[in-house]
């Protein structure tokens, strides 16, 4: 075996003919694949399969090595496919593709909170394209399938998926973990380095990295920027406020620029996180990026600077203590005094567009782990000007729809952050644990929200308020507030939202020319508003709500859908949903859409639900218990409805966290987020 994974998983992933899906693995040999062995469930019914061995990133597959083709699949079985003879080189990511034709392709697979399977965006697929177009994450590796072949040298056994640093499986091995540079040159950064070292080996770190206003580059230094240059932070090591901000340059489509780890060198006797500590003062250094575009007062508040710079992956790095502050000592008591920041240029992580007209930034934020910040509201800006977490201040077309943030949490501890985790962008969240903030997630764009845990949301008393509430204000865990296209929001966990006198609205939709399409998503202990429409003046195309398992709002009273501000949205559709209310209908009657499709929903009180098995204290609240649940089998059948991109054929992933099981192709489906075992 050169790479993959030689178990038999446990989940059934089903796919219907024409969609290809791809599993990242991390090969620990060079050597040359020769053949891809692929274990098929016994419900396969596809009757030719192509499988295809894609180089790449730990993002997404690139352009094809090899491919081959089972002509004949036995169901049930480990099968294999030759191919022609390909190398394969040691600590590079491979992608194995799957395609089936001729009926639904079933495989098996594993899910995990840093998974980060593909399936495409085409469908009706005949054939493997020689490099991977756009396709959607999905919470799903560890395919049960590997490459055979020739081993050239075995560096350091076998390991399996791509996950986390430290967290690679697979049959065997041991000993460091596979790593090759992540960019065209790779650059090395040590808390004890020095500027005027080389740069460009563990041995000879750099104390600071290019963009840093304490990097010196002077002696044996040497540097200036390329695209997909890489810098390497090492494990354990901490950065302080005086390093900051750090101002990116900019890749390009072939080549990202990599700010991150090698998950074998780290100080310390075993790994953690690289950290970037604010120490709880404002952020003043000087920005090589400069002034933000509305930078109106202050300085650039920011940790990292993405401002106007593209193809960026920021990855595996550990933020803390981040300060905004209006009031003197607000921070900790040794913060000093209050600072005038400038609204919307304010985030510990900084995209702002990236210079070009209607064009998206390519950003990827992927393991990070933001924690221990304060953020107070600016003064003189009530009731929308503040400081965030992450933050786009492009807030117009193209926004940031091609940006992603995943595999990451984003922690408030005591919930003094009066932003949001998320402002305008990055719309794609994928596999994220987000809580104890303000806002969750207020976006612009398009964008896919999937797999996510979303909880503990609500503004904070905070001095600038005179500690009391701030009636002018509600936050949300899901708001989209301007759109130039669609949104995916799916698989997500949403709960513990606050109650009407500091509401947290669990999900509004609905601008101009917004379609969402809403699916697998679980709300519960919802005390402010739950799912709504419209969110602005003007309503949007569309909206699809599809096997979701929710409460309605501010504790039951409300409908679980309910119109949330004027207008009237052209198509509104409510299918197989679980709601549990006190309220007399699962959808308000004052949701205007001028076609509205209300069918196959279980509507239940939360006693009738308790009785019947469905309560919060689940494993997985509100799940079917036995064949008789009342969701079982009761609702219609969306096969027609499921696309690669819209993954309605399989349950709840349960915040990324649940196997999921496939729902049948022909008989009736359940109603809510699961399908019953």
Same mark, same amino acid.
């Given at each position: 075996?050169?790479?993959?994974?030689?178990?038999?998983?446990?989940?059934?992933?089903?796919?219907?003919?024409?969609?290809?899906?791809?599993?990242?693995?991390?090969?620990?040999?060079?050597?040359?694949?020769?053949?891809?062995?692929?274990?098929?469930?016994?419900?396969?019914?596809?009757?030719?399969?192509?499988?295809?061995?894609?180089?790449?990133?730990?993002?997404?597959?690139?352009?094809?090595?090899?491919?081959?083709?089972?002509?004949?699949?036995?169901?049930?079985?480990?099968?294999?496919?030759?191919?022609?003879?390909?190398?394969?080189?040691?600590?590079?990511?491979?992608?194995?593709?799957?395609?089936?034709?001729?009926?639904?392709?079933?495989?098996?697979?594993?899910?995990?909170?840093?998974?980060?399977?593909?399936?495409?965006?085409?469908?009706?697929?005949?054939?493997?394209?020689?490099?991977?177009?756009?396709?959607?994450?999905?919470?799903?590796?560890?395919?049960? +399938?590997? *490459?055979? %072949?020739?081993?050239?040298?075995?560096?350091? =056994?076998?390991?399996? &998926? /791509?996950?986390?640093?430290? @967290? !690679?499986?697979?049959?065997?091995?041991?000993?460091?973990?596979?790593?090759?540079?992540?960019?065209?040159?790779?650059?090395?950064?040590?808390?004890?380095?020095?500027?005027?070292?080389?740069?460009?080996?563990?041995?000879?770190?750099?104390?600071?990295?290019?963009?840093?206003?304490?990097?010196?580059?002077?002696?044996?230094?040497?540097?200036?920027?390329?695209?997909?240059?890489?810098?390497?932070?090492?494990?354990?090591?901490?950065?302080?406020?005086?390093?900051?901000?750090?101002?990116?340059?900019?890749?390009?489509?072939?080549?990202?620029?990599?700010?991150?780890?090698?998950?074998?060198?780290?100080?310390?006797?075993?790994?953690?996180?690289?950290?970037?500590?604010?120490?709880?003062?404002?952020?003043?250094? +000087?920005? *090589?990026? %400069?002034?933000?575009?509305?930078?109106?007062? =202050?300085?650039?508040? &920011? /940790?990292?600077?993405?401002? @106007? !710079?593209?193809?960026?992956?920021?990855?595996?790095?550990?933020?803390?203590?981040?300060?905004?502050?209006?009031?003197?000592?607000?921070?900790?008591?040794?913060?000093?005094?209050?600072?005038?920041?400038?609204?919307?240029?304010?985030?510990?992580?900084?995209?702002?567009?990236?210079?070009?007209?209607?064009?998206?930034?390519?950003?990827?934020?992927?393991?990070?782990?933001?924690?221990?910040?304060?953020?107070?509201?600016?003064?003189?800006?009530?009731?929308?000007?503040?400081?965030?977490?992450?933050?786009?201040?492009?807030?117009?077309?193209?926004?940031?729809?091609?940006?992603?943030?995943?595999?990451?949490?984003?922690?408030?501890?005591?919930?003094?952050?009066?932003?949001?985790?998320?402002?305008?962008?990055?719309?794609?969240?994928?596999?994220?644990?987000?809580?104890?903030?303000?806002?969750?997630?207020?976006?612009?764009?398009?964008?896919?929200?999937?797999?996510?845990?979303?909880?503990?949301?609500?503004?904070?008393?905070?001095?600038?308020?005179?500690?009391?509430?701030?009636?002018?204000?509600?936050?949300?865990?899901?708001?989209?507030?301007?759109?130039?296209?669609?949104?995916?929001?799916?698989?997500?966990?949403?709960?513990?939202?606050?109650?009407?006198?500091?509401?947290?609205?669990?999900?509004?939709?609905?601008?101009?020319?917004?379609?969402?399409?809403?699916?697998?998503?679980?709300?519960?202990?919802?005390?402010?508003?739950?799912?709504?429409?419209?969110?602005?003046?003007?309503?949007?195309?569309?909206?699809?709500?599809?096997?979701?398992?929710?409460?309605?709002?501010?504790?039951?009273?409300?409908?679980?859908?309910?119109?949330?501000?004027?207008?009237?949205?052209?198509?509104?559709?409510?299918?197989?949903?679980?709601?549990?209310?006190?309220?007399?209908?699962?959808?308000?009657?004052?949701?205007?859409?001028?076609?509205?499709?209300?069918?196959?929903?279980?509507?239940?009180?939360?006693?009738?639900?308790?009785?019947?098995?469905?309560?919060?204290?689940?494993?997985?609240?509100?799940?079917?218990?036995?064949?008789?649940?009342?969701?079982?089998?009761?609702?219609?059948?969306?096969?027609?409805?499921?696309?690669?991109?819209?993954?309605?054929?399989?349950?709840?992933?349960?915040?990324?966290?649940?196997?999921?099981?496939?729902?049948?192709?022909?008989?009736?489906?359940?109603?809510?987020?699961?399908?019953?075992?």
């Amino acid at each position: 075996m050169l790479f993959g994974n030689r178990r038999v998983e446990s989940a059934v992933d089903a796919s219907r003919t024409g969609w290809a899906q791809a599993f990242p693995f991390r090969s620990a040999v060079n050597g040359t694949v020769e053949s891809v062995a692929l274990y098929l469930d016994r419900h396969n019914r596809a009757k030719r399969i192509a499988i295809g061995v894609y180089a790449g990133s730990a993002c997404r597959p690139g352009s094809m090595v090899t491919k081959g083709v089972l002509a004949s699949p036995r169901a049930g079985a480990w099968n294999e496919a030759r191919v022609r003879a390909a190398a394969v080189r040691s600590g590079r990511i491979y992608w194995l593709v799957v395609l089936g034709r001729g009926g639904t392709l079933a495989v098996r697979d594993r899910g995990a909170a840093h998974c980060n399977g593909m399936v495409s965006h085409q469908r009706r697929m005949t054939t493997l394209a020689s490099r991977w177009r756009a396709g959607t994450r999905r919470g799903t590796c560890a395919l049960s +399938a590997y *490459a055979k %072949g020739r081993v050239a040298s075995l560096l350091y =056994g076998t390991l399996g &998926t /791509v996950g986390p640093p430290g @967290s !690679q499986t697979g049959s065997g091995g041991g000993g460091t973990l596979p790593w090759s540079c992540p960019g065209v040159r790779c650059f090395y950064i040590a808390s004890n380095g020095s500027d005027s070292n080389t740069g460009t080996s563990e041995s000879s770190p750099w104390a600071h990295a290019p963009g840093m206003p304490t990097f010196n580059c002077t002696g044996a230094c040497s540097y200036t920027h390329d695209p997909g240059d890489a810098f390497i932070f090492r494990g354990g090591d901490t950065w302080g406020n005086a390093s900051f901000p750090l101002a990116t340059r900019s890749g390009n489509a072939s080549h990202s620029d990599y700010y991150g780890v090698d998950p074998n060198w780290y100080s310390g006797a075993s790994w953690s996180q690289p950290v970037f500590d604010a120490q709880n003062q404002p952020v003043t250094g +000087a920005d *090589a990026n %400069g002034p933000n575009g509305d930078h109106s007062a =202050g300085q650039n508040d &920011t /940790v990292i600077d993405l401002s @106007s !710079q593209d193809y960026v992956t920021v990855d595996d790095i550990a933020f803390t203590s981040f300060c905004a502050q209006n009031t003197a000592n607000e921070c900790s008591p040794t913060s000093g005094a209050g600072h005038t920041y400038s609204p919307f240029n304010c985030a510990t992580i900084m995209l702002d567009g990236n210079g070009s007209t209607n064009a998206d930034q390519h950003i990827v934020l992927n393991r990070l782990y933001i924690h221990n910040f304060y953020i107070d509201e600016a003064l003189g800006f009530r009731p929308v000007g503040v400081c965030n977490v992450i933050e786009s201040a492009s807030q117009g077309p193209g926004y940031d729809g091609n940006s992603v943030l995943e595999n990451s949490t984003i922690d408030g501890g005591n919930g003094a952050a009066y932003g949001a985790a998320i402002w305008d962008g990055p719309t794609n969240l994928l596999n994220n644990s987000i809580h104890d903030v303000g806002d969750i997630a207020v976006l612009s764009g398009h964008g896919t929200i999937a797999g996510n845990q979303l909880y503990d949301c609500a503004y904070p008393n905070l001095p600038s308020d005179g500690g009391t509430y701030n009636g002018d204000l509600h936050s949300n865990a899901i708001e989209t507030i301007a759109t130039d296209g669609a949104f995916y929001i799916h698989d997500n966990v949403i709960h513990d939202t606050v109650n009407s006198t500091d509401e947290c609205e669990a999900m509004l939709l609905g601008n101009t020319g917004e379609t969402d399409y809403v699916w697998n998503n679980v709300l519960y202990n919802i005390h402010g508003n739950g799912m709504g429409l419209v969110q602005g003046s003007t309503a949007g195309t569309a909206a699809y709500f599809w096997n979701n398992t929710t409460e309605g709002g501010l504790n039951f009273t409300r409908s679980c859908l309910a119109q949330g501000h004027s207008g009237t949205t052209g198509t509104v559709v409510y299918e197989n949903n679980l709601c549990i209310t006190n309220a007399s209908t699962a959808i308000n009657p004052d949701v205007h859409a001028g076609t509205l499709t209300v069918d196959h929903n279980v509507l239940m009180s939360p006693s009738t639900a308790t009785a019947d098995g469905y309560t919060t204290s689940q494993k997985y609240p509100y799940s079917p218990t036995s064949t008789q649940s009342p969701t079982t089998g009761t609702g219609t059948n969306l096969t027609t409805d499921c696309t690669p991109t819209i993954t309605l054929c399989t349950d709840t992933t349960y915040g990324a966290t649940r196997t999921t099981l496939p729902r049948p192709p022909q008989q009736p489906w359940d109603a809510g987020a699961y399908q019953l075992p």
